[in-house]
């Protein structure tokens, strides 16, 4: 009985938090072209519904009715496997990831090193997706992208084990935990070159400009998936979608104490603390979900050799040494 039980809470919020998820992605694209389009002096989507909200909707309606067209030289089986490999690994990340406390669907000890295991599973997908195609566009996005997760998994691998060191857990729970009872309430402060180094890997991890190399359209047409259409385009745009709020709640939670605010602010104004935690949480992630948005009306897109640069020749490096720094600290002083 009490394994029913367990189970069925299990499902019940495996249900939950994909419901929210799937909902998140479908108004995050709608936010994304309403920002976007005011930072260009635009309106943005306004025909579907009032001020354009039902947008989404007829989004996913017109790609679930959109002709399912595969390549005539395509290896069928990869063509048709790589999107689900992409989302599968996308949402499995979220099975780890606590929105408030005692609210997440398993909570491991080894929470954060999972995350970046089943993240980079995604490029398998990416990979099998641009040489499955047989098109030259596709297979260069997936080699790109290959390169660009391999380059930057280490740098923000390695970004985090400054976090491992004043937590002392890989327990995301615990991570927060830690944060709420520093002084600062944060490990953004403290550990602000791994924090640099998270942030810019997150936006090469999830291909957002301006390091979106292997969908470059003025080079690539879309990429890895210039020969995908209808739905299975649709399952890559909402893997990607996925890892931007899984790279947003990451940053939430490892640097920015997660559900809850500091001491010093709840002690100088008490009210703050009846404020429930997921009002915090969501509002970290979805800061940080509008700074993929600035990023990408704003900055032109790198060049294939200074992304390789970027992350061979300054992140990876000041991520050693922010771990060596964060070392020293927390033995001698």
């Known amino acids: 009985m009490d394994f029913a039980l367990t189970l069925g809470i299990i499902v019940i919020k495996i249900a939950v938090v994909f419901g929210i998820v799937l909902f998140h992605v479908a108004y995050a694209t709608y936010f994304e072209r309403k920002i976007i389009g005011r930072m260009q002096a635009r ?7 009032p001020h ?3 947008q989404p909707f007829a989004d996913i309606i017109k790609l679930f009715f959109k002709e399912d067209i595969v390549p005539s030289h395509a290896d069928r089986w990869l063509f048709y496997i790589a999107p689900a490999i992409v989302v599968i690994s996308s949402m499995t990340a979220l099975s780890v990831l606590p929105f408030f406390e005692g609210f997440v669907i398993a909570d491991i000890n080894i929470g954060l090193l999972f995350i970046l295991v089943i993240t980079s599973i995604s490029v398998y997908g990416i990979v099998i997706a641009g040489w499955s195609s047989n098109s030259k566009y596709s297979f ?13 998994e280490i740098a923000m691998g390695l970004s985090l084990v400054g976090v491992i060191l004043m937590a002392g857990s890989m ?11 520093y002084p600062l309430g944060m490990f953004a402060f ?9 942030v810019v890997a997150a936006f090469a991890e999830t291909n957002r400009a301006p390091f979106d190399l292997p969908e470059a359209e003025q080079e690539l047409v879309a990429g890895y998936f210039t020969e995908y259409s209808g739905f299975r385009f649709a399952l890559f745009f909402l ?4 890892a931007m709020l899984t790279m947003s709640i990451m940053v939430t939670l490892c640097f920015l104490g997660g559900w809850t605010i500091p001491l010093f ?4 104004l008490p009210f703050l603390s009846y404020v429930p935690g997921i009002v915090w949480f969501l509002m970290k992630v979805y800061a940080f979900m509008f700074l993929f948005y600035w990023i990408r009306a704003t900055l032109p897109r790198y060049r294939y050799d200074q992304l390789m640069a970027i992350g061979w020749k300054v992140l990876i490096p000041l991520s050693f040494a922010n771990v060596l720094i964060t070392a020293f600290i ?4």
Do not use: C
């Open 239 to 242: 893997g990607e979608y996925i």
């Open 52 to 54: 354009g909200l039902l």
């Open 190 to 198: 403290p550990q602000f070159l791994g924090f640099f180094v998270f």
């Open 140 to 152: 260069l996005g997936g080699l790109r992208s290959a390169a660009q997760l391999i380059s930057y």
């Open 330 to 333: 927390m033995r001698w002083l």
């Open 265 to 268: 602010m709840t002690n100088a």
């Open 43 to 49: 309106h943005g989507p306004m025909e579907v519904g």
């Open 171 to 181: 327990n995301l729970s615990d991570i927060v935990k830690a944060q709420h009872q």
